[in-house]
């Protein structure tokens, strides 16, 4: 079957950094999206990883390894408003979306 | 604004009955897609629609139905048939499927 896994929940600290992973076992693999999700509200694209290494986007990066079946997001320079769920998904060889769980990140001051 | 839209906000529904979730998008996507959330777990796809008057069922499709008779919008009929119909209901929208996800508001249904 297909399988994405991301830690349940996470607590860091203020102005800190945070790395979220995910393992994920699909069915081929067209991409890797990370999303945003504040608590009651829609999911918001983050990063899209299709090659292996690091994107990074400000205080956001995503890394990527295909042959490992791995991702992470690494969040820097920790503020408050970044306390949300994080949603990793896999674009399998069908164009489908497996989504992963979510991480809740608890950011505390 | 471009965006996706999606009502009401929050919904009940006595037992036995259907009811239509909106989901409308001005982004000019040709993919639109239904997923449903519940605690603890990954979005799973209901339906998706990669063209007008044309639609696939998901993973979870038992119970719901779709049309897509504009492209800019995508409705959800939850039947009597879904056992378990409370969830939050989230539409989303894109311009192929290997691209990014723009999500509505969600919609959150309770059975009462």
């Known amino acids: 079957g297909q399988n994405i896994d991301q830690p349940t929940e996470m607590t860091a600290t203020e102005g800190a950094i945070v790395q979220i992973n995910c393992t994920y076992q699909?069915?081929?693999?067209?991409?890797l999206f990370w999303y945003q999700q504040h608590a009651g509200e829609a999911p918001t694209f983050l990063s899209y990883n299709v090659l292996d290494g690091l994107e990074e986007k400000g205080r956001f990066s995503s890394f990527l390894s295909r042959s490992k079946g791995y991702s992470y997001l690494l969040l820097k320079e920790l503020q408050m408003k970044d306390s949300a769920s994080y949603l990793c998904a896999v674009l399998d060889s069908n164009y489908q979306l497996i989504w992963g769980a979510g991480t809740k990140l608890i950011i505390k001051p | 604004d471009g965006g996706i839209t999606q009502s009401p906000k929050y919904l009940f529904r006595k037992e036995g009955q259907n009811v239509t979730l909106s989901c409308e998008q001005n982004l000019n996507h040709d993919a639109m897609y239904w997923y449903r959330q519940d605690p603890g777990q990954g979005l799973r796809l209901i339906y998706y629609s990669q063209i007008v008057n044309d639609f696939q069922k998901g993973d979870i499709a038992e119970g719901y139905s779709v049309s897509r008779e504009k492209k800019e919008s995508f409705p959800l009929t939850v039947t009597s048939a879904q056992k378990n119909p409370t969830a939050f209901y989230l539409c989303a929208s894109s311009s192929s499927m290997n691209t990014e996800a723009f999500f509505g508001q969600g919609t959150r249904l309770t059975v009462v």
């Open positions: 699909t069915s081929g693999f067209n991409g």
